[in-house]
């Protein structure tokens, strides 16, 4: 079940984050390791600033209610019915139960059906293979790639996309 990612659930998310190099993975460029508070309270603000929010996050609960992952949908379009999704993670104690194809799937029903939107898209790095074929499982499919860079590294973005 998702429900509204709130302040007092951001210590428990910052715990699941181990590294910068993790916070790329899991947020891209945007976000830095050092300032992961300020920027998840700089995204709840956004979120909670008007009825139609342009920026969305949940917590994923269990079926007994224990938070398990955590959602974004960060650039909500209104006009043109899309979004993308991200900031994708399930803690790493429920990782291999099926709660991440859960929480997608809450989230794409969430979109097309509550927010009546007709396209979702999202981005993976390529060495992420469970989240990229969990993805693809869902429907959604590849339209792009592009290089990002991380440190002196070179990674690999696969830019998704799932239509209504």
């Known amino acids: 079940m ?4 709130t302040k007092s659930d951001i210590p428990r998310l910052l715990c699941w984050i ?10 891209g460029k945007n976000y830095t390791f050092e300032n992961l508070n300020e920027h998840l309270i700089t995204d709840i603000n956004k979120s909670e600033s008007s ?5 969305m996050l ?3 609960l269990t079926d007994t209610k224990q938070v398990a992952g955590h959602i974004q949908l960060p650039r909500i379009n209104y006009e043109e019915k899309s979004a993308r999704i991200g900031r994708v993670l399930i803690d790493k104690k429920y990782r291999g139960l099926g709660l991440g194809k859960k929480m997608m799937n809450e989230l794409i029903d969430a979109s097309f059906n509550s927010l009546n939107l007709k396209k979702l ?5 390529d060495f992420n293979k469970s989240a ?8 959604f499919v590849q339209y792009e790639k592009r290089i990002q860079l991380f440190e ?8 998704m996309v799932l239509l209504k």
Not at 121 to 125: D, E, G, K, M, Y
Not at 152 to 159: D, Q
């Open 152 to 159: 002196s590294e070179e990674w690999t973005c696969i830019e």
């Open 18 to 27: 181990p590294d910068a190099r993790f916070v790329m993975q899991w947020a």
């Open 58 to 60: 949940y917590n994923f």
């Open 132 to 139: 990229y074929e969990l993805y693809k499982r869902l429907g």
């Open 2 to 5: 998702l429900t509204k990612f």
């Open 51 to 55: 009825n139609m929010p342009h920026n």
């Open 121 to 125: 898209s999202l981005a993976v790095f």
